[in-house]
Structure formats: structure tokens, C-alpha cells
């Protein structure tokens, strides 16, 4: 066993991975782990595709190093249970290319766990660091309102 073996808390299952200890997490999680849900959209943190929990709070995984999560429990994508989120996610058709989406729920799913009721400035705020290309954040604002109870759910047109 080398001095680079560590322990992984992910989606709840524990995972040891010989890996040195500054290796970004989403290296870890996509090709070591085969969970590529996360995206690797920039590298420098700015676009938000690599957006996991860590303790309950959203990280960009290309900048958090394995070192930086030893004994934290860590949630990605697969491990994610906010479903009213992602009915509302498919009610609003936020999805269009669909590269974002992993990252822009994870950090929807943190807000709404740290406010049931945020206002349009909250959302703002919290999903100011996720960059859609599709240009849906009306349809991402209009999501979490649905998943929150804020607002009532609709027939959607197809």
C-alpha cells in the first residue's frame, strides 16, 4: 500500500483510492470512480459544471483536492435525492444541452437545503457561479420557486 491511499466518503459508500492527495476530486470521481456525472467544464472553478456537496455545501470539485475532503462527506449528481428539484427542473424544461445541468441542480439543491423559501435575489446569488450556455436561467429561477412551493406547478405545453 503506497502513502497516497485514502478513504473516500461518497454518496454514502466508502471508496479507497491510491491517488495522490492533491488530485482535484472530480479527477477522483469521473476516472477513478466511473461517476461522471460531474462535468469538467473550465478547470478554475468559474463555470460551476463540476459542482459537488461537500458536508452539505456546494465546492467546485476541479479545484477541491482529495486532501481537502479526508473525513468530509462528499454527494455527487448520482447521489443526489432532490426530487421535487428535478421535477421541476423537468416541468420548466431547464434542460437544453444538458452540460450544466449536474452542477446547476447541485447548487440549486444546496440553496433550497439552507432556505426553503429563497427569494429571487437568493437564487441569484446562489447560482451566480454556474454558467448555463443554453441561456435557461429564467427556466432555473422558475424551478426552484416550483420545487420551494413558491409557486404552483402547471401543465406544460410540449
Request: charge should be positive; hydrophobic fraction near 35%; charged fraction near 20%.
Given at each position: 500500500m503506497s502513502d497516497n491511499y485514502l478513504t473516500l466518503k461518497i454518496n454514502g459508500k466508502l471508496f479507497q483510492l491510491d491517488a495522490d492527495p492533491k488530485m482535484p476530486v472530480l479527477w477522483a470521481v469521473r476516472d477513478m470512480l466511473g461517476l461522471t456525472g460531474t462535468k469538467y467544464g473550465c478547470g478554475a472553478g468559474l463555470c460551476g459544471a463540476c459542482t459537488i456537496h461537500v458536508d452539505g455545501k456546494p465546492?467546485?470539485?476541479?479545484?477541491?483536492?482529495?486532501?481537502?475532503?479526508?473525513?468530509?462527506?462528499?454527494?455527487?449528481?448520482?447521489?443526489?435525492?432532490?426530487?421535487?428539484?428535478?421535477?421541476?427542473?423537468?416541468?420548466?424544461?431547464?434542460?437544453?444541452?444538458?452540460?450544466?445541468?449536474?452542477?446547476?441542480?447541485?447548487?440549486?439543491?444546496?440553496?433550497?437545503?439552507?432556505?426553503?423559501?429563497?427569494?429571487?435575489?437568493?437564487?441569484?446569488?446562489?447560482?451566480a457561479g454556474n454558467i448555463c450556455r443554453c441561456g435557461t436561467y429564467s427556466r432555473i429561477k422558475s424551478a426552484i420557486k416550483l420545487a420551494s412551493g413558491q409557486t404552483k406547478s402547471q401543465e406544460v405545453i410540449a
Amino acid at each position: 500500500m503506497s502513502d497516497n491511499y485514502l478513504t473516500l466518503k461518497i454518496n454514502g459508500k466508502l471508496f479507497q483510492l491510491d491517488a495522490d492527495p492533491k488530485m482535484p476530486v472530480l479527477w477522483a470521481v469521473r476516472d477513478m470512480l466511473g461517476l461522471t456525472g460531474t462535468k469538467y467544464g473550465c478547470g478554475a472553478g468559474l463555470c460551476g459544471a463540476c459542482t459537488i456537496h461537500v458536508d452539505g455545501k456546494p465546492a467546485r470539485a476541479c479545484l477541491t483536492s482529495l486532501s481537502q475532503v479526508q473525513g468530509k462527506e462528499l454527494t455527487t449528481i448520482e447521489g443526489l435525492e432532490a426530487n421535487k428539484l428535478k421535477q421541476a427542473w423537468t416541468e420548466h424544461k431547464v434542460p437544453q444541452c444538458g452540460y450544466c445541468q449536474s452542477g446547476q441542480l447541485m447548487s440549486a439543491a444546496a440553496l433550497l437545503s439552507q432556505n426553503s423559501k429563497p427569494n429571487d435575489s437568493d437564487i441569484d446569488e446562489a447560482m451566480a457561479g454556474n454558467i448555463c450556455r443554453c441561456g435557461t436561467y429564467s427556466r432555473i429561477k422558475s424551478a426552484i420557486k416550483l420545487a420551494s412551493g413558491q409557486t404552483k406547478s402547471q401543465e406544460v405545453i410540449a
